[in-house]
DNA sequence: CAGATGTATTCATACTTGTCAATATATCGA
DNA sequence: TCGATATATTGACAAGTATGAATACATCTG
């Protein structure tokens, strides 16, 4: 993926900034460390609140909390069983998330000058 | 690189409690509109202050907040010239990025099954 | 149906962060 | 040396966020 085909996804009117918005939408889903530990929980598979709750050192409430924020940027995916909830890592987020961050994280060749007026 | 390797980096102490406020550090330094604006500012190479205000709706003093935060989490270098001060796209911190999201994306195929001895 | 149990929501609170104005610091040019 | 210019720092403030307690909701079990 390169630059043009993300700007492309930006139509007319928000300008761009829409893609932006939700990049960093994502990003701040990635972006605290208890969100992080559940990752790295649902890395073998679909796992349980439960099972998840008791690797944390934090309340319920604030696991369906962070549970939300992973599901709504569609990293994770849940399904309810009965009472339970389980969650699992999504495909096709994981490979939106690895795009994305290919994208902000490239580099591309060129003489690498400073294109300003004033200096140099 | 695979779990293990991470989690080596942890030694006895700071319980592996560093490494995760570590990569939050490094997570959150993306997680503005216009740090990626920046980012993408400096994928054709190394660019002036100026240059990058230019193309922001910011004051000075709010880019300048924000090239630190990128430069103190090794995304981004800079290189001071005069008055001018020149910042790039580092490709040490460029990879430690990305290793760092590979990481928190991986699956690791297993049976999938719930470890929870409560449910199912 | 009634209680128990797993999860979600609401609310209040402490903390973090992006922003700008004002000011400080550093360097250049006359 | 003195003013101009580029960048950094400080201080204040509004907005966002992680957290837990209390509570609501849903589902199971007896």
Do not use: P
């Not at 918005?21 to 349980?48: F, P, Q, S, T, Y």
């Not at 319920?60 to 389980?86: E, F």
């Not at 060749?109 to 400073?114: K, N």
Request: hydrophobic share 30%.
């Amino acid at each position: 993926m390169n630059t043009s085909d993300r700007i492309s996804v930006d139509l007319q009117e928000g300008v761009d900034t829409m893609s932006y918005k939700e990049d960093v939408r994502m990003i701040k889903a990635l972006a605290d460390e208890n969100r992080l530990r559940i990752l790295e929980c649902l890395h073998h598979g679909e796992k349980c609140a439960c099972v998840i709750l008791e690797e944390l050192s934090i309340t319920q409430s604030t696991l369906s909390h962070h549970m939300k924020l992973l599901c709504d940027c569609g990293l994770v995916d849940s399904r309810k069983d009965g009472r339970w909830m389980h969650y699992s890592i999504s495909e096709e987020g994981k490979n939106r998330f690895k795009d994305m961050f290919s994208h902000y994280l490239e580099t591309i060749d060129s003489d690498g000058g400073c294109s300003c007026d004033k200096c140099e």
